[in-house]
């Protein structure tokens, strides 16, 4: 069965710094990933995606995510982190066990930048 | 602005009640998503539909239904409501057909059902 893990529930990193937030995945198929923010009380946003070619995948607000074949995993990454980066972030991965197109989230990881 | 309009943003109900969430996807985007998102369950994928037929299903239950109209609009029908529904449930809408390679989906703001 297709599904991602995001093994940490709350990443904490001061400003300026870099920031990783961690994503697994298992898949019977090709990955088609992705990774969508969510700001409070706002629905979900789309920062990036991962179908193919270059496992380094550059998206919206300055945040990339490398895709590793060999590890199965999709980490979001960016080099300096800002205040306003504090959101809940998804990783989710293209259902392949449905005849559509649906996504399947992992639980979120809260990302905390302190000033 | 995702251009993906749901209403009502917020609904206060009682159990056994039935109530209707309505979703607008964007302009063009001929399938739409239903998620139920829930503090102990995440985001769940409830079903989607495409051009006015259902594509795929996933985690809704039978107390619940959905449709497309020819418009492209979507309901989802919650019925015999109970407390565990409580939830925020997001419509998404995207631009893919029902198979292939999948672009992204664009959330609404979701609407907050509370069951007492």
């Known amino acids: 069965a297709q599904s991602v893990a995001q093994p940490e529930d709350q990443v904490n990193v001061a400003e300026g710094n870099p920031l990783t937030v961690k994503c697994t995945y298992s898949?019977?198929?090709?990955?088609?990933l992705f990774w969508y923010v969510q700001y409070p009380n706002r629905g979900l946003q789309f920062l990036l995606k991962?179908?193919?070619?270059?496992?380094l995948v550059k998206g919206s607000y300055g945040f990339e995510a490398e895709f590793n074949k060999s590890q199965t995993s999709f980490h979001l990454k960016k080099p300096s982190a800002l205040v306003s980066d504090s959101a809940l972030y998804f990783c989710?991965?293209?259902?392949?066990?449905?005849?559509?197109?649906?996504?399947?989230f992992g639980k979120g990881t809260t990302l905390s930048v302190s000033s | 602005d995702s251009g993906v309009t749901q209403t009502p943003k917020h609904l206060i109900t009682a159990t056994g009640q039935r109530v209707t969430l309505r979703c607008s996807p964007r302009?063009?985007?001929?399938?739409v998503y239903w998620y139920q998102q829930s503090l102990d369950q995440g985001l769940q994928f409830l079903i989607q539909?495409?051009?006015?037929?259902?594509?795929a299903k996933g985690n809704i239950l039978e107390r619940f239904s959905a449709q497309q109209f020819p418009d492209l609009h979507s309901e989802l029908n919650l019925s015999s409501l109970e407390l565990g529904d409580s939830a925020l449930y997001f419509c998404?809408?995207?631009?893919?057909?029902?198979?292939?390679?999948?672009?992204?989906?664009?959330f609404g703001e979701g609407s907050r059902l509370t069951v007492l």
């Open positions: 998404a809408s995207s631009t893919n057909p029902g198979q292939g390679l999948p672009g992204e989906l664009f």
């Open positions: 898949v019977s198929g090709n990955p088609y």
């Open positions: 991962y179908i193919t070619g270059d496992n």
């Open positions: 989710a991965v293209r259902d392949f066990n449905q005849a559509g197109t649906a996504l399947i």
């Open positions: 302009s063009g985007d001929l399938s």
């Open positions: 539909y495409y051009n006015g037929e259902e594509r």
